[in-house]
């Protein structure tokens, strides 16, 4: 069974801290993703990477950054968390055509 | 510019009755589609997929109709069950290995 974990459901964060999500999934795909949902906004995509150490900027990716140092764990780096990064945070990895998700980390920075 | 546009944010259905949800795409390059289902507080899961060589896929309940002329696919459950309200997203792609787009999605609430 597809499995895809997130490093916590929920976090609270001051202005300013620096924050790591990580993403694990045990499905040996190369194609791992990072999106925020806000309501209205539907899933927008910060991140993705193809392959180890790959990376790719997505349609949002001002104030992240990310790491693919191993297949299986992607992780987000937001650098000096601010108000507007307040959000639920979705990892994904990816088969053929589709994508599985994680169960989400809702990230309230204060 | 968004490509995949799911224009009705709402839906309210009556238990039994049929749900239609509407997704709309602007890239003719799009060749397969995808509808996924999020609850709250959890990610969102795989639900139907259509490639653009065929204009209906059916799973159970559930099926998916494209229209490319008119750049158009729907979702359809029949019959709609309180457990199906969550917020559905329409998603197209390109080529296989390509990123998703989604759509904003559209809250569907099935009333009891």
């Known amino acids: 069974d597809v499995k895809v974990t997130q490093s916590s459901r929920y976090l609270v964060k001051r202005t300013g801290e620096k924050v790591f999500l990580e993403c694990v999934q045990d499905m040996d795909h190369e194609n791992m993703f990072w999106y925020r949902q806000d309501p209205g906004l539907g899933l927008r995509l910060i991140y993705f990477?193809?392959?180890?150490?790959?990376?790719e900027k997505g349609d949002i990716p001002e104030g992240y950054s990310v790491s693919r140092e191993k297949k299986e764990r992607f992780s987000l780096i937001l650098e000096s968390a601010s108000t507007n990064q307040t959000s639920m945070y979705l990892c994904?990895?990816?088969?053929?055509?589709?994508?599985?998700f994680g169960p989400g980390t809702r990230l309230l920075v204060l | 510019d968004q490509q995949v546009k799911q224009n009705s944010p709402s839906l309210s259905v009556q238990e039994g009755r049929i749900s239609i949800l509407n997704c709309d795409y602007t890239?003719?390059?799009?060749?397969?589609f995808l509808w996924y289902k999020k609850y709250p507080a959890e990610g969102p899961t795989f639900l139907i997929s259509?490639?653009?060589?065929?204009d209906k896929n059916e799973d159970g309940r559930f099926t998916v109709f494209l229209n490319k002329s008119a750049k158009h696919l729907s979702l359809h459950i029949v019959p709609s069950q309180p457990g199906d309200s969550a917020v559905y997203f329409c998603?197209?792609?390109?080529?296989?290995?390509?990123?998703?787009?989604f759509g904003a999605g559209t809250i569907l609430r099935v009333k009891s």
């Open positions: 994904a990895s990816q088969e053929g055509r589709s994508q599985y």
């Open positions: 990477s193809y392959d180890v150490k790959m990376k």
């Open positions: 259509i490639s653009s060589i065929k």
């Open positions: 998603a197209a792609t390109r080529w296989e290995g390509n990123k998703l787009v």
């Open positions: 890239n003719s390059m799009f060749d397969y």
